[in-house]
Each structure stands twice: as C-alpha cells, then as structure tokens.
C-alpha cells in the first residue's frame, strides 16, 4: 500500500495539469488510453512515409538515397534506436508539432561516425564511400553510442 501512495501527489498534479488540456471528463468518453497515449506520445510504430515528410537533407543526393534505402532496411527496433540516437525519443514526434529531422552533411572526415545533436533532431552524416559502410556505421552508432550530447567527453571519437 505504501508504494501505491508514494507519489500520489505528484500524480495529483499531473492529472490536474492534463485535465487542464485535455478535460478529463471528454477524455474518458471520446479516446481510449491507447489514443491518449498516441496523442501525446506519438506511434509505437515508426511510418517511413511520414518520417521521410518531415525530414530536411543537406547531404548529396547518392547519399539521401543511401540513407532512406539503411532506415528501410533496419527492423523496427533498429529504426526505433536511430530515433534515439537522433532525438533520445523511440518514436517520430506527434503530427502537428513542427519539428523537422534534419541530416546535414559532416565534412572533417569521411566514413566516420555520425554525429547527433539531440537537441535539434539533427544527424551529421560524413560522405560515405559506400552504402554497405554507411549502413555499417550508423548500426554501430545506434547500437552502441547510448550517451547523448557527449556526456562522456573521455572517449576519443576519431578513433572510432
């Protein structure tokens, strides 16, 4: 009993300041949990389509075509942590919040890592020679690079 009440003013709180967006009372009658949960949380299911609408590139046209052909090509979990590595969210923002994935090219190396900046929903992409190792190199980045905005300023990244 005492886990169940030991946030229950925080929880007061959160409920009131819902209620003041979304009246509780329509809420419970017009959407079920699962669209409440899609209206502030976004799909669990990432829409290629829809990411691709609201994705800005600067990167040359072979690679924007590299890119889209790796996001198509990963498993779900796989696109859910590149939404991680981009943003530090799994899922694409909720339609009608004006935010815009941008790829913008990163030119002090080439075939290097990307480099995101979470903040922004933005990926630094280096030229790559091929799509097999631009595929490589962002499976890596997402699988493995797990702290956002160099928190971990000791790693040497040119040598990755």
Known sequence: RTRFEEAKKQMSALRSGFDEVFPLALVSILLSWTDVERLVCGDQQINIDRMK?????????????????CIESFTENERQAFLMFAWGCKRLPTPGID???ELSPR??????????????????????????????????????????DDDDENVDREEW
């Open 99 to 101: 935010m815009k994935l």
């Open 107 to 148: 030119s002090d190396l080439k075939d290097a890592m990307p480099l995101s900046h979470t903040c922004y929903f933005e990926v630094e992409m280096p030229a790559y020679s091929s799509e097999a190792l631009m595929r490589s190199r962002l499976l890596y980045a997402i699988q493995n690079c797990v702290s956002i």
């Open 53 to 69: 609408k609201i994705t800005k590139s600067r990167l040359p046209r072979e690679q924007i075509r590299w890119f889209w052909k």
